[in-house]
Structure formats: C-alpha cells, structure tokens
C-alpha cells in the first residue's frame, strides 16, 4: 500500500491532465470540479456523519429507500451521498434534496487526507463493488468502521484483483462488514480477503417504484391513446438498430404500433433519428418537446427522472444493454415493480443473481435474437392475458423479496449504535 501511495501521488499531474480533458468532453461537473479534487464548498454539518458511496447512476438510485430508512431508524445520523459521474449528480438533484451529496475525490492521498478532514465521517457505506485503495486505508487506519452493501465482484474484476493477492486482501481488509448479494459474490469477496462476509438478496428488491409526475403521465397516456405498445428500456449502443427493425416487423402487423425507447445516454437522440429517417420510420423526442402524435412511431424518451412514467405507460418492456456480446444487462427491478413483462437478452453478467432467480421463478423471457425479439413481443401484443398472467406471477415473486432492507439495516446496526 505504501509503495501505491507514493506512485499515485507521482502519477497525480497526469490524472489532472486527464480529468481536465474528461471535464471539456462535459464528462466532469466544470462547476464543480473542486469536488474532485477535495474541496467542498458545503459545510460539515454538526453531530455525526454517514457516508454513502455509490459509483454512479444505478448505485445513486438503488440506496434510496435505505436512505430513508437510515433517517427514520438513526436520526442523530447526518448523510452525505457521493458519486463519480455528471448524470449521477443530476439524479441526485432530484432525488435527494434534503441532504448532503458530492463528487467523490480522486483517490489520490493528499486529495484523500483533505477530504476526510473536511468531512470527518463516523462510518461509511460502500455500495456494490467500487473500491478505492487510498480511502479504504485511510477508513482502516483512523478506525472508521466501513460496510459493504449489495456487494458485489464481476468475474473479469476477481481475475484482475487476484493477480495482486496481497495488495488485494490488504485494502478488503479494511470492510468491517461486507453484505454481499449473492452466494456466488460472498465467495469471491472472502478469496479477496474480506473477513466478515454475510449474504442477503440484492438490496434494489427493497427500493420503491419510481416516482413519476402523474399529470404528465396522464397527458402521455391521453397522446397514446389505446395503441399497441412496448418499449426498449436502457438500450446500450448497436441496441437501436435492433429495437427499430424489430418495430419495423411489428408495423406489418400492428400498424399504429408505438416504440417507446428509452437510451441508456441522451445523446444515443441523433442516432436515433438518422436510423428512424433511414427506415421511414416517423420519430419524435422528449428533450425536444415532442409529443407521439398519431403518424408517431417511434418516442425517444431521452430525459432524466422520468422512467417512472415510460413503465408505467407501456406493459411490455424490452431490457436493453443485453442483446450485444460486450453487453452486462440492466436490471429489471424498476419495470417489474410497475406491472411489466420482461424481455431481455442472454448477456445479464452484472446482474446474474437477479435473473438467475428469475429465470427459475419463470417470470422473466429470454431471447437470443432480434427474430425471437420480434416473436415475443407480437405475442404479449396479441395476448394481452397473458401479460396480466405473468404481471400477477411477477408480483407474488417481489413480495416474498420485501424484507430485504430490514435484514441489511439490523446488520448494520451494531457498526451506528
């Protein structure tokens, strides 16, 4: 650790470099770059602290519920929530107004030591599987107890972790409690060297439904009418070319049948467009102020914090960043939760555990290619029992999976009392 600590530091002028260009491409916060670096223009508040570290959007959103619970069962607890990436921060400028969140610092020791001292945190709650050699130290040596949530390590993450052993158990030694997601992760966090490993299901079973603004759902709604539709969720790059052809089929069949996409990045829009103008498709999009007119087949819903109002407005939803080989899947958690039926393609690495249940539970459709894409949403379309068949499924399996907060917080107790 010693001999990292001194090479990070050396190599710190060229990571500036680095976050500079990252900040012109609009990939840091400009204003709020300072961040980064350790230097907070918020203020400590007084009494004691928690500090919630999720790497970015997914991990912002999953901790919500166990914010709220924090509050309510440790109120002497003040929180501060830090993040790694500009959409994280925009997701948590709308959903955490009422407490404190930060980048998170370059792990860098001296930008370490001065955001810790600014902070003074009294325990840490790390999520998932974003671990930081420096601050996890730091954490170690001032006896600030440290707990991992939801966590969890990729196969590609455990082969690169265990070509350093040492360096490896060195920095897991400092998780005081690692609460892992699944019995598969628990094992490969106890070979990295973490010691006290115990297994609970993925902590996202436990978050609500998204929130969506109710009078905008219902003015969609009204724009869609009783048209047939469904909708690709998340989808990753390569993913639009799939979700249009596939629309492209249904329209033989269907002929005012709606795709409703949402893009894994906003700026997936001007591909979008070209690919819908390329197949004559007719294409509007929410950042344009566009509504689904009737000759509309195709919505690019290519806004934040609003996904609680596309689930809602369509039944069957298509999970993207699954369909591509260097694809890892997105979680079907927030579909499920409002009533959909869930299509999704073979490549689900990062949430194995989740469709593995899922898979055995029959509640989830599996599909190889975008002909068996095509197959399957034709088929909820025309057998619209089916859907409230497999929803009524769905449901039953969620609620068996509703304890999964009050586990997490009664384990971590000990470490706040």
Not at 13 to 23: A, W
Not at 311 to 338: C, H, K, T, W
């Amino acid at each position: 650790m010693f001999l990292y600590k001194i090479l990070i530091t050396l190599f710190y002028p060229l990571i500036y470099i680095y976050l500079r260009r990252r900040m012109r491409r609009g990939k840091e916060d400009k204003l709020r770059f300072n961040e980064r670096l350790g230097k907070p223009k918020a203020k400590r508040p007084n009494g004691k602290l928690i500090w919630i570290h999720g790497a970015s959007v997914g991990e912002v959103l999953s901790v919500k519920q166990l914010i709220s619970e924090l509050k309510l069962k440790f109120p002497k607890y003040k929180i501060l929530l830090t993040y790694g990436t500009v959409t994280a921060a925009s997701i948590a400028d709308k959903n955490y107004p009422d407490i404190i969140h930060q980048y998170s610092p370059v792990d860098v020791p001296f930008i370490i030591n001065r955001f810790m001292k600014h902070w003074r945190p009294d325990a840490m709650i790390r999520i998932d599987s974003d671990f930081w050699p420096v601050q996890m130290d730091y954490l170690r040596r001032h006896k600030i107890p440290q707990i991992l949530v939801n966590g969890s390590v990729t196969e590609r993450a455990f082969k690169k972790y265990q070509k350093s052993r040492s360096f490896t158990k060195n920095m897991m030694d400092s998780i005081n409690l690692a609460i892992a997601k699944s019995d598969h992760d628990a094992e490969n966090l106890g070979k990295m060297g973490a010691g006290n490993v115990i297994v609970s299901d993925n902590m996202k079973y436990g978050n609500p439904p998204s929130a969506d603004n109710k009078s905008e759902r219902l003015a969609f709604e009204k724009w869609i009418g009783k048209r047939p539709t469904w909708h690709a969720a998340v989808l990753g790059e390569g993913e639009e070319r799939i979700a249009i052809d596939v629309h492209k089929n249904i329209l033989k069949k269907h002929k005012d049948a709606l795709l409703i996409i949402t893009p894994r990045h906003p700026s997936m829009r001007d591909e979008l467009k070209k690919i819908a103008a390329m197949n004559s498709g007719s294409i509007a999009c929410r950042s344009e102020n566009k509504i689904p007119k009737s000759k509309t087949n195709i919505y690019v819903a290519d806004t934040l914090g609003e996904m609680g109002i596309f689930y809602r407005s369509s039944n069957i939803v298509f999970m993207g960043r699954s369909m591509l080989s260097d694809m890892r899947g997105s979680s079907p958690l927030e579909a499920m939760q409002l009533g959909n039926v869930v299509i999704v393609g073979k490549n689900t690495s990062t949430f194995a555990e989740l469709y593995n249940e899922m898979d055995d539970a029959k509640i989830i459709d599996r599909i190889n290619d975008s002909d068996e894409l095509t197959s399957r949403v034709m088929y909820y379309l025309d057998n619209p029992h089916e859907i409230a068949k497999q929803s009524k499924k769905i449901s039953s399996f969620l609620a068996k999976k509703s304890h999964v907060l009050d586990n997490i917080i009664n384990q971590i107790k000990p470490y706040l009392d």
